[in-house]
């Protein structure tokens, strides 16, 4: 299982953390755009930060705030209470105008989205070619929910890539890790990796 180191940051900005870089299109033979990904700590707060190359940005325009960001680019984060998702695991799929759609899920793919994020803070931002998104989660959420044991974390970390084609929208998929499915699917074990939590000096 791959990993990712979240730092220790005193001042919690994720520009201190390691850059992840490492995304593919699982289920494309061509390279993903530029996307990446960090993550840092203070010992109450999880921060995060995304950062994208996009130069054909589709937002959705519907009324329902929850069709608005499945119809969008967007970057995703999933926190798991068991790496074989045999216990519930949660979601956070955000667009860079601030949208999000979070729930709690059972695999295989069983949402309820009417369940909220607690302490989940984001913003986004649009910049020349792409966007940003940075947010904050509060350890003692992470913990409460059972995702954080001790030092470590199952995750995932994903972005729905959509561009404007000929017969209207396509949809593409990018990941830190390959899902290991021959259909896209990031609901399965197979798409989550593991955050080990560096301790802060003392």
């Known amino acids: 299982m791959k990993t990712y180191t979240v730092r220790f940051s005193p001042s919690l900005d994720p520009g201190e953390g390691e850059l992840l870089e490492d995304f593919q299109f699982p289920w494309l033979d061509r390279p993903a755009p530029w996307t990446a990904f960090s993550a840092v700590w203070n010992g109450e ?8 190359e996009d130069d054909d940005l589709v937002l959705d325009p519907s009324s329902d705030p929850d069709e608005a960001v499945l119809g969008s ?15 519930p695991y949660y ?10 759609y979070d729930y709690e899920a059972i695999f295989h793919r069983r949402f309820d989205d009417s369940w909220r994020f607690p302490g989940l ?23 409460d929910l059972g995702c954080l044991s001790g030092d ?10 959509f561009s404007h084609g000929p017969d209207g929208v396509v949809q593409d ?11 896209p699917d990031f609901h399965v074990p197979g798409s989550f990796g593991t955050f080990v939590f560096l301790p802060g000096l003392t």
């Open 73 to 87: 680019d967007r970057v995703e984060l999933f926190f798991a209470t068991s790496p074989d998702l045999s216990t």
């Open 121 to 143: 803070q984001f913003s986004g931002e649009f910049l020349e070619g792409g966007y940003l998104v940075e947010g904050r989660i509060p350890i003692a959420v992470l913990r």
């Open 91 to 100: 979601g956070a799929e955000m667009d860079p105008r601030g949208g999000v």
């Open 152 to 161: 470590r974390m199952t995750a995932g970390i994903y972005r729905a890539e």
């Open 173 to 183: 998929w990018i990941s830190w890790i390959h899902p290991g499915t021959e259909l």
């Open 45 to 52: 707060t999880f921060a995060f930060r995304f950062e994208v």
